[in-house]
């Protein structure tokens, strides 16, 4: 059994990270996913927030806006739309889309309107934090 997770995440620009680590808090649209070496394999959609990623001697965050995790034996794969380390968010653009999200769910209704006030909160969450 082992003892760390080969854990990679890419976004449409660059791998923003490859390597072992010991476990990967992901935000998922149906709820926090704490992702083990020994996780069941799943396939699983991502919303807006933080990714925490567990080193042996650290924590590594990174920002996140949609996207798909991909579990398999031994191995996290994040397909992201949109990610960067929480330290290089543009709090400017992150308040533009809170405006545009706000904005937008005057005029949706039903599960467009959940994905977006999904959306919304994670973009607060990350913007308080």
């Known amino acids: ?12 620009e ?3 990270f490859s390597g072992e680590v ?5 935000p ?6 704490g992702i083990h070496p020994m996780h069941a ?12 990623v567990h080193l042996s001697d650290e924590n590594v965050r990174f920002f996140v806006q949609g996207g798909f995790a991909d579990v398999t034996t031994g191995e996290l ?5 949109k990610a960067c380390l929480i330290g290089d ?6 308040k533009n889309d809170i405006e545009f999200a706000k904005e937008s769910l005057a005029h949706l209704e039903g599960e467009a309107a959940l994905s977006m006030q999904q959306n919304l909160d994670g973009l ?3 913007l308080a934090n």
Do not use: C, W
Request: glycine residues 6%; proline residues 4%.
């Open 124 to 126: 607060q969450y990350v």
């Open 14 to 16: 660059s791998e923003l």
């Open 89 to 94: 968010i543009d709090r400017e653009e992150i």
């Open 41 to 52: 394999p799943l396939m699983a959609a991502i919303r807006t927030g933080i990714i925490n």
């Open 22 to 26: 010991i476990h990967v808090d992901v």
């Open 1 to 12: 059994m082992s003892s760390t997770l080969k854990f990679s995440l890419v976004s449409p």
């Open 77 to 81: 794969i994040i397909l992201a739309e």
């Open 28 to 33: 998922g649209t149906e709820g926090d996913m």
